[in-house]
């Protein structure tokens, strides 16, 4: 990969994004390298967003994907805590799953790729069957993972920052209405990664906005996450069928292997005898965030042990998916030359419920004319 364009990230540059630029940045030198060519022709690029510790996001145009986060362990060393490839076209030709990108139009699945809307019933792509039962997985063939995207680089109160657009058009993987979606992904001195997503329409559409990094925070590649200790502010659950949609009730986690309202390994229960399990096969499910306010907080905390690191997830979305890797079974050599094994990563997927078009009484996912979708999520790291 060869530099191909040094600029500085500094306020003109910065003035050109459409989100507001509070104050006049310190300006550092930034970079954009190309991320190679796509199968159809079109050059992908990584961009560099670095604070000054050294915690560092490398984010493509395609997918807006995290392809690497440099993060301090303990002891200060630095290691890449996200699971992907080394160039853009490895994500579609080895099939990734997801690693690192912007899912959408519709984050988590569809039942039946079926939905009604306003009388109208719509039809989407069936790219997934779990337990052979055919759905829509993250917004269809080609979802915003394997587009690419308008980026500009800008400074956020100081921070680096990235602008990414994406138009949607009407009819896209079977959508309704011409969607306009913007997220900015920005680093900040407290090691932070986050993700503004804000999104328009011209007719009414089911949108669920979230990223799909897959952590490991002993390092991409570095084994199993089963050691990683975690924690979710969330009672509750939404349970699902062997087709991984689900059946629309909301019950409590309490006495099941899904309690992670105090902190447990996650392989610590993950072979109970368990229903919710053995269709996941493993944890795959969402739950349903004790926080309902619409306001960032924090909903959950990830540790790893040996290195010390540490994450904390904010979100102002209701629902989290947490997915433990489980289709990962080695198959595929990551950008520094190993392989993913099963559960060698776990996303925290903020989110709306899955299905929510089909289950009336789960929040709306439903965004109309005149109306602007605005979700945060941030990933705050730490070592102990
Ligand atoms: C889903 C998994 C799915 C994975 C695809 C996750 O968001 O919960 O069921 O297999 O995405 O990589």
């Given at each position: 990969m060869k530099t191909i364009m040094p600029f500085l990230r500094c306020s003109a540059l910065a003035l050109?994004?459409?989100?507001?630029?509070l104050s006049a940045p310190a300006c550092s030198a930034a970079n954009v390298k190309s991320f190679g060519k796509l199968p159809d022709g079109r050059e992908a690029h990584l961009y560099t967003l670095q604070n000054a510790s050294g915690f560092r996001a490398d984010i493509s145009?395609?997918?807006?994907?995290?392809v690497s986060l440099y993060v301090a362990d303990k002891n200060g060393k630095l290691a890449d805590v996200s699971l992907g490839f080394d160039n853009a076209a490895d994500y579609l030709l080895k099939k990734?799953?997801?690693?690192g990108a912007l899912i959408g139009r519709y984050g988590n699945r569809i039942a039946h790729g079926k939905f009604t809307l306003d009388g109208q019933t719509y039809s989407l792509p069936l790219n997934d069957k779990p337990g052979n039962i055919p759905c829509s997985l993250?917004?269809?063939?080609?979802?915003?993972?394997k587009v690419l995207w308008t980026a500009k680089p800008a400074t956020i109160e100081g921070n680096p920052a990235l602008v990414l657009t994406y138009v949607s058009k009407d009819?896209?993987?079977?959508?309704?209405g011409t969607l306009t979606v913007e997220v900015t992904y920005s680093v900040t001195p407290k090691n932070e990664l986050r993700i503004d997503y804000k999104a328009t329409t011209d007719k009414a559409t089911p949108v669920n906005l979230t990223n799909h990094t897959y952590f490991n925070l002993k390092g991409?590649?570095?084994?199993?996450?089963?050691?990683h200790v975690l924690m979710m502010k969330a009672a509750k659950t939404t349970p699902v069928n062997a087709g991984l949609i689900p059946t629309g009730e909301i019950v409590p986690v309490?006495?099941?292997?899904?309690?992670?309202t105090t902190p447990h390994a996650?392989?610590?229960?993950?072979?109970?005898?368990n229903e919710q399990l053995k269709f996941g096969g493993g944890y795959d499910h969402n739950w349903v965030l004790?926080?309902?306010?619409g306001k960032l907080e924090l909903v959950a905390t990830l540790h790893e042990?040996?290195?010390g690191r540490f994450m904390e997830v904010f979100t102002t979305e209701p629902g989290l998916q947490f997915y433990?890797?489980?289709?990962?079974?080695?198959t595929l050599v990551g950008k520094s030359g190993k392989a993913y094994g099963h559960r060698s990563g776990l996303c925290l997927e903020t989110q709306h419920y899955p299905d929510s078009p089909n289950q009336?009484?789960?929040?709306s996912t439903i965004l109309r004319p005149g109306e602007t979708l605005k979700s945060t999520t941030l990933y705050r790291f730490s070592a102990k």
């Open positions: 050109t994004a459409s989100i507001a630029v145009d395609f997918g807006g994907i995290v990734a799953p997801y690693f993250h917004g269809g063939d080609v979802g915003f993972d009819g896209e993987m079977g959508y309704p991409e590649g570095n084994g199993s996450i089963l050691d309490a006495g099941t292997p899904l309690d992670f996650i392989g610590e229960r993950i072979n109970v005898p004790d926080n309902q306010s042990p040996a290195s433990c890797g489980n289709f990962l079974d080695g009336p009484s789960f929040p």
